[in-house]
T-cell receptor
Framework: TQLLEQSPQFLSIQEGENLTVYCNSSSVFSSLQWYRQEPGEGPVLLVTVVTGGEVKKLKRLTFQFGDARKDSSLHITAAQPGDTGLYLCAGARGNQFYFGTGTSLTVIP | KAGVTQTPRYLIKTRGQQVTLSCSPI?????VSWYQQTPGQGLQFLFEYFSETQRNKGNFPGRFSGRQFSNSRSEMNVSTLELGDSALYLC?????????????FGPGTRLTVL
């Protein structure tokens, strides 16, 4: 059983469109990380959110941590081909990390 | 500050052989975690080492083992390789303490078992 579920699993959109990726759990996490991974490479850390209700922005990317610290969302505005990749969320509980199932995003020029 | 490094980047082995992968964490990080990533199973946690001790372990057979040295560098070993062991093996380092840990990944080692 996966502790963190991401949706959608696959997403293919046109350049310029907006999208939202969800990361849901029934468990509480002390913090949550979002990563982007390109084929054959390791995941790259995008952001860490730690406070319930926290919103962080990274250029066109907006990350939100749920009030109860059980879920998170990633919103991309005006997607670009460079946003293509696998997006992973990871929740931290103590010294352990639990990864989501991943969302594979393809942005078509 | 240098990132996490993994060697080798690519490896081809045959069934029954064994393999050793190496990971050097970010300077000052004491925790090293290993993951296996495959298209079908996603990112699966293997084990975590902190200050030379295995602190957490995933649900993998005993053929998968690891260790950590006093300089925090870590190695993982897979014995009696099977075709299903073909995967991207990722190493991640973190400070290992504190409430809000962050993990940083290396580029991975692509293992192909023939």
């Amino acid at each position: 059983t996966q502790l963190l579920e991401q949706s959608p699993q696959f997403l293919s959109i046109q350049e310029g469109e907006n999208l939202t990726v969800y990361c849901n759990s029934s468990s509480v996490f002390s913090s949550l990380q979002w990563y982007r991974q390109e084929p054959g490479e390791g995941p790259v850390l995008l952001v860490t959110v730690v406070t319930g209700g926290e919103v962080k922005k990274l250029k066109r990317l907006t990350f939100q941590f749920g009030d109860a610290r059980k879920d998170s969302s990633l919103h991309i505005t005006a997607a670009q081909p460079g946003d293509t990749g696998l997006y992973l969320c990871a929740g931290a509980r103590g010294n352990q990390f639990y990864f989501g199932t991943g969302t594979s995003l393809t942005v078509i020029p | 500050k240098a990132g996490v490094t993994q060697t080798p980047r690519y490896l081809i082995k045959t069934r029954g052989q064994q393999v050793t992968l190496s990971c050097s964490p970010i300077s000052g990080h004491r925790s090293v975690s290993w993951y296996q990533q495959t298209p079908g199973q996603g990112l699966q946690f293997l084990f975590e080492y902190f200050s030379e001790t295995q602190r957490n372990k995933g649900n993998f057979p005993g053929r998968f083992s690891g260790r950590q040295f006093s300089n925090s560098r870590s190695e993982m070993n897979v014995s009696t390789l099977e075709l299903g062991d073909s995967a991207l093996y990722l190493c991640a380092s973190s400070g290992g303490t504190g409430e809000h840990n962050e993990q940083f990944f290396g580029p991975g080692t692509r293992l192909t078992v023939l």
